[in-house]
């Protein structure tokens, strides 16, 4: 897939949020990358890169403070190459690139992975029967 669709497909997840979460982004970039860069890797401890589809870097919302300014905006990367490596469809690349920015938006907000992944099995389990 060109890199304009995707990305065009990543702003379409973003703009699907509900206002009440886009308000929320302000400080918050979200970007395409192909691969996720071996520093990426080492922070979040996975060795196939195949495997990583996004990645929040940044400080959560429950975790700020008053002195909490002047910062860096907090960086979402989604990563294009694994989305693909993963997906059979481009509507099955879309599905995926939904779920991967709800995912990390869910961790700008505060939630962990542990949550997030018992959230998405549960998710799982409902929509297979």
């Known amino acids: 897939m060109k890199r304009e669709h995707f990305e065009a497909l990543v702003g379409r997840a973003v703009d699907s949020l509900p206002p009440e979460f886009r308000s929320e982004l302000e400080n918050v970039d979200v970007i395409v990358e192909d691969w996720p860069s071996s520093g990426q890797l080492r922070r979040v401890k996975v060795r196939n890169p195949g495997w990583l589809l996004g990645l929040y870097e940044g400080v959560p919302q429950v975790r700020r403070g008053r002195g909490y300014g002047m910062v860096l ?21 879309e599905m995926r690139i939904a779920e991967v920015v709800q995912h990390e938006i869910a961790h700008h907000f505060g939630s962990d992975e542990k949550a997030l992944r018992e959230m998405e099995e549960k998710k799982y389990r409902k929509n297979r029967h």
């Open 73 to 93: 905006p907090d960086k979402i990367s989604i990563f294009q190459k694994p989305i693909e490596a993963q997906c059979h469809s481009d509507g099955e690349i």
